[in-house]
């Protein structure tokens, strides 16, 4: 009996560019453009140094001393060598010392580059939603301790009368809700400022953040998605001079004014409320444009979306978000879905970096200057070549 011929799909079309190898290549190329430090004699380079610490998280080491105890072995060897350009890692002391006085800054280059390259791939298209690309932004803790500080600690009192101090980082990943990766860019690190007697904040952070990512990315057009924190009158303003547009939450707790704002307007006829049933879900939609967002901003319009989803009559979500993207019906479904999709940055980003092999928390190195927040910053831009790993490369 003749058997069927089976086809054979096309030879996989790997993009060398964003293989491992070629996305370390585009990395160290941006660390060997980083300013050295150092004056007295040098062993290590810093970009031998700054790799090795990368190779660290890429190979997911759980700790510094793991990775000093095995060094030598072998394998690590040629993987250090093979996919990280490094001869020699340094020992845990050196890589600690020579990484302490790094501006954090200074790594965002790297980030920018692999994302350059996604756009030059077509791959950032994938992310494209809404005219743009969602871009969610939110805080997450990196490292505590009642035993450990530096400059740049911020510091609070425990119940105990115990002093802690911490560092935390405000991260920015662009999202998609179809999509299962998320592709971080570099976050802000939210630590005592020089000068400052205050702690940090996310506010704060943002203030930073936002403009420094609009002079990376001048043409990309961001639509920024955060928490109600948020949603008050100059990071609003912020975001307008910066040309992002946002979906932002919005509770009635700490929004009573825009709620009632809503509803006096709604019941004088204005805006729309639209039902959509999709086999046993309901979908209730509940929107407003150009409502003022609060009584001391008047002049400060926002467009707001209210929506509930019930099953077998009872609600099993229920938000609300402020943007500046006119509504209609038939948009209204995706606005929905970008709000939701904040969450990814929480979900698919932190979570993983925590309890999935990166150990986020863990403290690495703590240092007296930006060890913390350096070594942060490198677990996250390993993650972000893991991410573009797994969207583009088919092994």
């Known amino acids: ?145 009642t035993q450990i500080q530096c400059d740049d600690c911020c510091s609070r009192v425990l119940r105990n009368g115990t002093v802690q101090y911490y560092h935390q980082l405000l991260a920015a990943v662009i999202v998609h809700p179809n999509q299962k990766t998320v592709l971080p860019l570099f976050p802000e690190a939210i630590t005592r400022q020089d000068g400052e007697t205050k702690n940090d904040c996310e506010r704060n952070a943002a203030k930073r953040l936002l403009p420094a990512l609009r002079v990376n990315f001048p043409k990309l057009r961001l639509i920024v998605l955060e928490d109600s924190l948020a949603a008050n009158a100059p990071h609003l303003r912020m975001l307008q001079e910066l040309q992002m547009s946002y979906i932002i939450v919005v509770k009635d707790t700490d929004h009573a004014y825009l709620k009632d704002e809503v509803d006096r307007q709604m019941n004088g006829g204005r805006g729309n409320t639209i039902e959509r049933r999709e086999d046993d879900t309901i979908r209730q939609y509940r929107y407003l444009n150009q409502v003022p967002l609060n009584q001391s901003n008047p002049d400060l319009l926002v467009n707001y979306l209210e929506y509930h989803e019930l099953k077998e009559g009872k609600t099993i979500y229920h938000g609300s978000w402020i943007t500046d993207i006119e509504l209609t019906p038939d948009n209204v479904f995706q606005v929905m879905r970008a709000g939701r999709a904040r969450w990814k940055i929480e979900n698919e980003t932190f979570n993983t970096l925590k309890t999935q092999d990166s150990h986020l928390e863990h403290n690495y190195g703590h240092g007296k200057q930006h060890l913390a927040t350096v070594l942060a910053t490198l677990m996250m831009l390993h993650f972000l070549i893991d991410q573009v790993q797994e969207l583009a490369c088919p092994l």
């Open 1 to 145: 009996m003749k058997l069927p011929s089976i086809p054979v799909p096309n030879p996989l079309k790997l993009r060398k560019t964003i293989s491992i190898t070629g996305l370390l290549a585009i990395v160290r190329k941006e660390f060997e453009q980083i300013k050295e430090h150092r004056i007295k004699t040098i062993t290590y380079q810093l970009t031998e140094v700054l790799m090795s610490a990368l190779a660290m998280f890429g190979l997911k080491y759980p700790s510094l001393l793991r990775f000093e105890q095995n060094r030598h072995e072998p394998t690590l060897c040629a993987n250090l060598k093979n996919l990280y350009g490094v001869e020699q890692a340094p020992s845990d002391t050196q890589m600690r010392e020579i990484l302490d006085p790094v501006a954090p800054e200074a790594l965002r280059l790297a980030f920018r580059q692999v994302h350059r390259e996604l756009q030059k791939q077509k791959l950032l298209e994938k992310y494209r939603y809404l005219g743009g690309y969602l871009m969610s932004v939110d805080g997450t803790g990196q490292f505590s301790s």
